[in-house]
């Protein structure tokens, strides 16, 4: 039996969505609360994702969808200075909605089961990236209300 493992997360940030779209796609705000170490960004299907940490590398993706302020999708490859192919990635969703006066800001990313040795493998390492990503938020949505 094949089972899907993905990881879930959401939070209202106070900003509004053009706002949170700009920090999750700008190169220069990407830097500041998750890819400390450089980012590229290209919001075109097909564009590249670029992410760097001195300690653990550039990590590679490709665009999948693009639909400014609502959503924003990327294959995200697994290991550091590989292409983000089949089987060597996750992909990553990104989806924003108007709450109140603020915005309600989604990830989704699934496909630990095609990267993993094993399940258990797999949960542990959405697991890992699921504290990565709450980690992340935190410093996006304080950035978000630094305007």
């Known amino acids: 039996m094949h089972e899907d493992i993905s990881i879930e997360h959401d939070l209202v940030i106070d900003a509004q969505p053009e706002r949170v779209w ?17 980012a590229v960004c290209e919001t075109v299907n097909g564009g590249r994702i670029e992410h760097t940490w001195r ?28 292409e ?4 060597a990635s996750t992909v990553v969703t990104f989806r924003l909605e108007p709450e109140g006066t603020g ?28 504290t990565a990503w709450r980690a992340g938020f935190t410093a996006l949505s304080d950035l978000a209300r630094r305007r």
């Open 84 to 87: 983000p192919q089949l089987g």
């Open 103 to 130: 915005t309600r800001l989604f990830v989704i990313e699934h496909g630990f089961e095609q990267i993993a040795g094993s399940m258990v493998e797999a949960r542990e390492l959405a697991a890992v990236n699921l």
């Open 22 to 38: 700009s920090l999750l796609t700008d190169p220069d705000s990407i830097r500041r609360w998750y890819a400390f170490d450089g």
């Open 55 to 82: 300690e653990h590398g550039r990590f590679l993706g490709k665009v999948l969808q693009v639909q400014p302020y609502g959503l924003f999708q990327y294959r995200y490859a697994a290991q550091p200075e590989t």
